[in-house]
């Protein structure tokens, strides 16, 4: 498959483009930045340039629609209200136009669970973004399937994350984990070409727990720590080591939905995180190579 990546030099477009290669599929990359490796196709450009993104979509089987300016662009105040509106809300509406014009009917529209914080500059551009998606599939027919993943910024993101503790201590409170966000798009480009769907899905990306929901709805009913060491008391001397609090409660989101629909099961959780620590301590495991 021809499959169109906006913001394809995105963390997500890395992981994405080197899979979707190496299946055999064909990753088609817009951005304005260039992509770190040579996994597919790069397009040098914006998704604001409706020639050139109409251009890059042309033939193209599904389209991946990431680029966006995330929740960590607002907190550092990189960017501003009018960047937000400029590329999430006008870029959204743009490559929705755009796959109407060349005929493009599969999209995986990635959102993101912000969409709960609908008055923060981020969130409110992302459910303006799911909110031009419905329209579209109603009006013209697209098929989209809608992911709302949880913050996935790879522990790699060095810009973001210092070091593999300062991820672990973030990732700690309930987070995905970027492989697990991948399998979750791979698994929706392949649902929407398989299937029909008369109108869009909307489904929570979440990652893997080892705690049960009756371990959550009980925490630390024994004492503080107690929940943890039920399952990793190993680790215990390890988190603490590294400024992990064993008994901080981590949020779940429910995924039943995105089970059932995609068949997604995240594979990565806090014991992967912990075996990571101590295999390779706080520098975390090389970056993958794309
Ligand atoms: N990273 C997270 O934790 C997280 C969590 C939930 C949802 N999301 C969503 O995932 C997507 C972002 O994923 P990411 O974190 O891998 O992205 P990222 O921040 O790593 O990359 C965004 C990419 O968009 C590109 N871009 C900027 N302006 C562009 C333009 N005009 N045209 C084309 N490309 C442009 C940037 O150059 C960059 O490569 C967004 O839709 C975001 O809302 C992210």
């Known amino acids: ?33 260039a992509p770190m490796s040579d996994s597919g196709v790069y397009i040098n450009g914006s998704i604001l340039d409706r020639p050139l993104l109409r251009q890059s979509m042309e033939g193209v089987d ?14 550092t105040k990189q960017k501003d209200v009018y960047d937000f509106w400029e590329l999430n809300v006008t870029g959204t509406s743009y490559v929705l136009q755009t796959a109407v014009e060349t005929g493009v009917k599969k999209i995986v529209h990635i959102s993101s669970e912000s969409v709960l914080d609908w008055s923060g500059i981020y969130g409110h551009t992302k459910v303006l973004g799911e ?37 672990a201590q973030w990732f700690w409170k309930g987070a995905v984990h970027i492989d697990d966000m991948n399998q979750a798009v791979i698994q929706a480009i392949d649902f929407l070409a398989e299937k029909s769907i008369p109108a869009p899905l909307t ?7 080892e705690y049960t929901a009756n371990d959550l709805s009980n925490w630390d009913a024994d004492g503080a720590g107690t929940t943890f060491k039920k399952y990793y008391s190993e680790y215990y001397d390890l988190a603490i080591k590294h400024g992990l609090d064993p008994a901080l409660k981590p949020t779940t989101l429910d995924i039943t939905e995105t089970r059932q629909q995609l068949g997604y099961e995240p594979q990565y959780s806090l014991r992967n995180l912990l075996v990571e620590l101590e295999l390779f301590g706080a520098d975390g495991p090389p970056m993958p190579t794309f």
């Open 1 to 33: 498959m021809r499959i169109l990546l906006t913001g394809g030099s995105s963390d997500l477009g890395h992981v994405l483009s080197k899979e979707l290669k190496n299946r055999g599929d064909t990753p088609l990359r817009i951005d304005v930045r």
């Open 62 to 75: 599904c389209a991946v629609h990431i680029a966006a300016w995330h929740g960590f662009h607002e907190f």
């Open 131 to 167: 909110e031009m998606v419905r329209a579209y599939a109603q009006r013209h027919g697209l098929e989209i399937i809608i992911l709302r993943p949880r913050a996935f910024i790879p522990h790699w993101n060095k810009a973001t994350y210092g070091s593999f503790v300062e991820w």
């Open 203 to 209: 489904l929570t990306v979440d990652g893997a727990y």
